[in-house]
Each structure stands twice: as C-alpha cells, then as structure tokens.
C-alpha cells in the first residue's frame, strides 16, 4: 500500500490513533515498510477517511489517495485494475 510517513502522522491526528502519534519517525517507518499488516491497515483506514471526507465521490477519493485531487491517470490504472480482478474473478466463479 506503500504508507507514507507523513500520511500515517496525519491518519492518527485525524482519528486519534495515539498507539501511532507515539511512535518515533524511525519507528514508524520500520513498521510501515516491515509489518504489511499494520501498513494495510493504516491505509485502509486512509482510505476510509477519504471516502467520508469526499462525501464518498470514488474518483476522489481514489485520486487523493495517490496525492492529488483530480489524478486521471491514476485512477484509470486503478479502474483498468479493478475491471482486470473483476473479470478473473468472473473467471474463477466459473470453474467452481
């Protein structure tokens, strides 16, 4: 999901998670990058504070999730990717 340091500061400011705003820098860091769990969880609560924050608009959410407020050709790679897992998916269904 690949956290960035600041995101995660700003995540735990925003919803209190005091477990992260005591963490040094370093430590962080480390857990972000070596824990994937913790990275994925931080991330997903990210992303659910974007879906409330943009009154649930996906293509904003999903473009500010990736930095930017209007990031067309990130959210195509993201939808190109979605439709790619729905249709395996699909495919998968099938062979049950």
């Known amino acids: ?4 340091l600041q995101t ?7 919803l209190g998670l005091e ?13 972000l990058l070596g ?3 913790f990275n994925i969880e931080v991330a997903v ?5 974007l879906s409330d924050y943009t009154k649930h ?13 209007a990031n067309h050709s990130y959210y195509s790679r993201v939808m190109r990717n ?3 897992i729905d249709a395996n998916s699909d495919l998968m269904k099938d062979l049950d």
């Open 45 to 49: 609560q990210f992303l659910v504070w």
């Open 8 to 14: 995660a500061r700003f995540i735990a400011e925003k």
């Open 19 to 31: 477990d992260i705003k005591k963490m040094s820098d370093v430590k962080l860091v480390n857990k």
């Open 57 to 69: 608009d996906y293509f904003r959410t999903v473009s500010r999730y990736n930095g930017g407020d």
């Open 35 to 37: 824990d994937d769990r």
């Open 1 to 4: 999901m690949q956290v960035r």
């Open 82 to 84: 979605m439709r790619l």
